[in-house]
């Protein structure tokens, strides 16, 4: 394995539980029959089989290609199993149902690829022998945990699967997100059980000089970008255009013209003109004022769709930003000791 491969592989992996999480975890969903008709029956997630942990734990760290792992098989087959569609649909009835009785969003189970990366964090920690080759292979976990922090918001999130204090700068109000393993106690493993031996794979990932020093991780904020955007329907944080004069025809407030400066194109600050036949989405330019034209072939369906939906909520949007752009644009040239009417 070069190190592009192994780079490579980890991205593939990656992807692959953050598609599969659900599809593996949810048959163990359980709900247990009470012995009394008065007590009410609890819903959780069993502790996964030995063999399955083992799996995963393989699949995620060892040298051999994903698709000759058994994790992949395991899953691939899966698909076309009726007895396990079965237990998987069952699974989703009873997350929904347990996920039912909690109103914080942070309070429900989330069997998602965060989830299972914690799982597998915790089973290898359990490892009591071969401990060198175990703490390299919890720093492997965390990498895979660090693409999977990314949030297309400009910060830069170095935590693995813990949280370390280095990223709690990026917090603007309490939002630290609660993983709640409360069946980690559970999760046993046999003291001689040493799991996937020793590899390159593990070797490159947890080697610290393989990192880049900004941001602790094999990956560049630019490849974890990539990655993250192709799950989520947003405009890369970091779009920018330039203020000049498109040839759409929108007749533009007077006193404002394009100052050539660049900015970020950001959803919530794009507006439309409900007015005109064809598509228009504009932005203000926040340096001088301008409404710039917003190419609509860099935006999705989806985000036209919400664009639309929340310009509709706001008949007079429209013509509020005309007048704000016509204003930025004369308190922008107000000169010492001439009124400005905007604070900022
Ligand atoms: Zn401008």
């Known amino acids: 394995m070069t190190k592009e491969e192994i780079k490579q592989e980890l991205i593939r992996r990656y992807k692959f539980i953050y598609e599969n999480a659900l599809f593996i975890l949810a048959p163990y969903m359980h709900e247990n029959t009470p012995y009394n008709k008065n007590i009410k029956s609890s819903i959780y997630l069993n502790v996964l089989p030995q063999e399955l942990l083992l799996s995963i734990e393989s699949f995620l760290l060892s040298d051999i290609n994903m698709e000759e792992s058994e994790l992949y098989k395991f899953v691939e087959n899966n698909k076309s199993n009726t007895e396990y569609l079965k237990q998987y649909k069952k699974g989703l009835e009873l997350l929904e149902r347990k996920n039912k009785q909690y109103e914080y969003e942070v309070l429900k189970l989330n069997l998602n690829c965060r989830y299972l990366l914690e799982l597998i964090y915790i089973f290898i920690e359990r490892q009591s022998r071969d401990t060198k080759n175990r703490d390299n292979k919890l720093l492997v976990i965390d990498e895979y945990a660090r693409i999977n922090r990314y949030k297309n918001d400009g910060k830069i999130w170095t935590s693995g699967v813990n949280q370390t204090f280095r990223d709690i700068s990026n917090y603007t109000n309490y939002n630290c997100s609660i993983v709640m ?4 106690e559970r999760i046993m493993r046999d003291k001689n059980d040493i799991g996937l031996k020793r590899g390159l794979f593990i070797k490159y990932i ?3 000089n393989n990192h880049y020093e900004y941001n602790y991780s094999i990956l560049t904020e630019e490849e974890k970008q990539k990655i993250y955007l192709e799950y989520h329907d947003e405009l890369p944080w970091d779009l920018e255009i330039k203020c000049m004069f498109d040839n759409d025809n929108l007749e533009r407030p007077y006193n404002t013209n394009p100052c050539l400066n660049f900015f970020n194109i950001k959803e919530e600050d794009i507006f439309i003109n409900p007015n005109s036949k064809e598509d228009g989405y504009y932005q ?6 301008f409404i710039v034209n917003i190419p609509d072939n860099i935006l999705s369906e989806g985000i036209k769709k919400r664009i639309e939906g929340r310009c509709k909520e706001d008949p007079m949007l429209f013509r509020k930003m005309e007048l704000y752009s016509e204003l930025y644009s004369l308190d922008k040239n107000t000169k010492p000791g001439q009124r400005r ?3 900022k």
């Open 206 to 208: 947890s080697d610290f």
């Open 181 to 184: 393993l409360n069946n980690n």
């Open 341 to 343: 009417i905007l604070k």
């Open 284 to 289: 203000v330019c926040p340096h001088c004022g």
